[in-house]
Structures are given as C-alpha cells and as structure tokens.
C-alpha cells in the first residue's frame, strides 16, 4: 500500500474532485458566456474576443464525440474534467515542493473547493483550461527546475504556446518562462530552440479567420478577414480600457478591492498565511522566484478588469497562493517533528504520524469549504435558462424578430444553433440603447419583439406585454 501511495497518491483527489464536481454540475445550457459556448463548442462558431481557438476545438472534439447528455451537458463536463486533471498536477507539483504525501492529498482538495474554482468548473468556461495548462506549465517546470529534468524544455515551450491559443491571460507566462530559461544551466542554442518552438501552437489562431470566411460570426460585428480587425479580436482590444495592463488613477483603490476580495475569499487566517507562504517560498526556491511574476501580473491584470464578474480570473493567483501555503506548512511541521523527536528523546516520531498530525489541520477546512458553498455552487438543478429561453420562442410569432442582450441572448442561440428550434426566429443581439431605432427596420416587415420593456423615445410605437416578452407596435 505504501508504494501505491507514493507512486499514485495524486489519483486520490481526483477522484475525490470527480465526485464533488460531477454531483454539482450544470445539467443543462445556462445564460451569458456560458451559453454561448455551449453553442459555438458543437457548432464551431466564432467566440467573442479573444477567440479560445484551442478551447473551442476542445469543445468541438468533446461535445462531438461523447454519447453523454445533451450538448450543453458535455460542454459543462469539460469544465470539470479540466479541472480535476489539473488538479492531479497541482498534487504533484506539491509533492515535488514538500516531499509530503499528506499535503500533497489535501492541499488541492482545499483549492478545489475554494469558490472561485468550484463554481468555474460546474459549467462550459475556457478558464478551467487555462487553469489546467498553467497547472501543467508549472508540474513541467518545477521537474526542470527542482528535478533537474532539463529534456522537458521543449515540452515546457510547447505548452506555454498553447496556453497563448486559449487565454490571453497566459501571456503573464512569459515572465516565467524567461526567468526558467535564465535560472537552468543548458547550452543556449537549446534555449533558442526552445523559444521558437512557442510560436508553433500559434498557428491554431488561424482557424479563426478560416471559419469567419466560410461561417461568418453572430457574436461580433467586423470583418475577421480584415488584418487590423483580426488583431482588435485576438487582442481584446474591444474590452479596452476595462481590461489592461495601463496605470491609472483608479489602480491603489482596485488593487485595494482585489485582495480585500481574495481575503474575503481564503478567510483573513489562510490569506496572510498564503502571503507569508509566498514570501517565503520565494527567498528558498527558484521556482517560486520564477513564479513571482506570474501572480504579480495576474493581480495586477485583475484589478484593472472592470467589465465584468472577475472571479476566474483569480485561478491561477489562487493556485499559486495554495502552492506557497503546501510550502509552509511543510517547513512547520519539519520543524515540529524535529521538537517532537527531541522532546521525546528515543521514541520513534513516524511519517505517519506526522501525515495524521497533517490530516486533522487539513481536513476541517475541506469540510468548510464544502458545507459553507455546497448550497450556492451545487447547480445540478439548474434549468433556469432552458425554461425561459423555450419560454420566450414559444410565445413568439412566425418569423418574428426579437431583440436581447448578451446574456439572455445565448440560451436563445443554443436552442436555434444546436437544437434547431424557431429556426425561424432572428435574434438579434445589442445593447438596449440601440434596440428602438435597429427595429423600426423591421416594422410592417416582421413581427418585432424586446425580451424587456424599455422606455421609448418616439411617441408612436407602444410595447404590449405577450407572454413575458414585450411586441413593439406603432400606436
């Protein structure tokens, strides 16, 4: 049993994840980005910006292929599985920091059941792949690194640019992986190697402008063709200035709220705990050195995105902050283990007993984690967004054309796109300020529908209440 133990203790918590993620799942599709993946996932559309090439023909091959519940389902079991594997290398990679079987187990199961990660792996969301390649860009580099594993630098590259194909975010990689590059003692024309070889997975961003060529996009409104729109896309620049890396004078007063959030989030005890962990971490290891500027960039990113729930974006800080936590608590107990074998003078102080002592601190805050969140995350009795989008298409006339916003927009995309229902429907999707003037287009050629009442500028047109959706009609 022992060696099983120490050769594949990280099956542990996976399995362990796999049960608590599969019972909490979304069964079904669900609003905003999420629907919209559901959708472009199996009818490999284009995305909003930044694309997720890579993720989104994850989702292609996955919800393709898997004889699983219906399309959405297996768009949201991606999420989970993503995160469940890359919780085994999270193991690992603490195991390879700590040599420490007992944290190794109950270190990712405490980030697991953290919030932020949780509820991003109930449902269809690129972040929990970009969660799993930096949880395996770091496995990868701490073998190099630690382990003296200098082989798989070619690997470490080809990951670090396929990470770059589904998250702009792990361009905060890039730091990291130079300060790899800088801290290993290997001949430089393999550091070249290794740097050119990044730019290969690149090439996946070209499935972009050849699906925009022979599909077109329903998410956004430019030319993809178009070199200049291209990069706009692929950079995100359309989220700008919410999302940026500019300093501005709201910065102290974000990054204030970001870690009062993160504090919020981990409990005061566990976040200065993780904090000290890291300052720590970082003057003993290289690779926490290396690490550095990743969980800087991220927090410092995520203090200036303002566009929307910011959460996910928290998974790869989080991440890091555990590892630094697993790291402590590992210097802790040695030190402790040496007081005990002192104070108690011949009698044999075991590994075992050690890993008890480690299980008794770990396992009250699985247990909290999992009584304080179960009841908001669990999601496995969710349909609310399949009842009001059938709902709102069955009270529509033939075809009608209805207006929506983003969110409330892709639940209707997932019944037309995947399901085929109201093929006959257009739905068209834009901010509500645009809504009265785009539909006077319409009038007297179709029926014309708001998902909400708005307040109407021209005295003429009147909405009517149809079954919870509003018709415009002139008066």
Known sequence: MGKFLKKHFSIIPAIYLAIIYLKTLLPDVDF???????????????????????????????????????????????????????????????????????????????????????????????????????????????????????????????????????????????????????????????KVIANALVFIPLLIYLVIPIIYHFKGAYTIDYNLENPHNFIRYIFGQDFSPQASLKINKHLLVNLDNEVRLLEKNLGRFLF?????????????????????????????????????????????????????????????????????????????????????????????PIRNNILKNYKNINQSKNYHARNWATSTLNSLEPNAVIFSWWSYSTPLWYLQKVEKTRPDVLVINDGQNNWEEKAKYYLGKRPVYFIEKIDLTDKNLTLTNKRGVFKLEKN
């Open 272 to 364: 200065l705990a993780s904090i000290f962990g890291l300052i720590v971490f970082v003057i003993k290891e290289k690779l926490a050195l290396a690490l550095l500027p990743l969980f800087l960039l991220n927090l410092f990113f995520s203090a200036n995105y303002q566009n929307a729930v910011i959460e996910r974006y928290f998974l790869t800080d989080l991440l890091l902050l555990f590892l630094s936590t697993a790291y402590l608590l590992n210097i802790f107990l040695r030190n402790l283990e040496l007081i005990i074998r002192n104070k108690i003078g011949k009698f044999k102080f075991t590994n075992l007993g050690l890993n008890f002592l480690i299980a008794l601190l770990l396992i009250a």
């Open 32 to 190: 905003w980005d999420t629907g919209e993946f559901q959708t472009i996932g199996y009818t490999f559309d284009i995305s909003h910006p930044t694309g997720y090439p890579l993720y989104i023909i994850l989702l292609k091959i996955f919800t393709s292929f898997l004889p699983i519940g219906n399309i959405a389902y297996r768009a949201n079991l991606l999420s989970a599985l993503l995160s469940i594997f890359a919780l085994y290398f999270v193991s690992k990679t603490i195991f390879i920091i700590t040599k420490n079987i007992a944290l190794s187990l109950f270190v990712p199961i405490i980030l697991s059941t953290n919030p932020f990660l949780w509820s991003t792996s109930t449902r269809a969301d690129p972040h929990t792949l970009h969660f799993f390649l930096v949880s395996l860009f770091i496995y990868i580099q701490s073998l190099i690194i630690i382990k003296k594993k200098y082989k798989l630098l070619y690997l470490l590259s080809l990951i670090f640019g396929l990470s770059l194909t589904n998250h702009l975010l792990s361009i905060f990689i890039l730091p990291t992986f130079i300060l790899t590059l800088l801290l290993i003692k290997i001949p430089l024309k393999k």
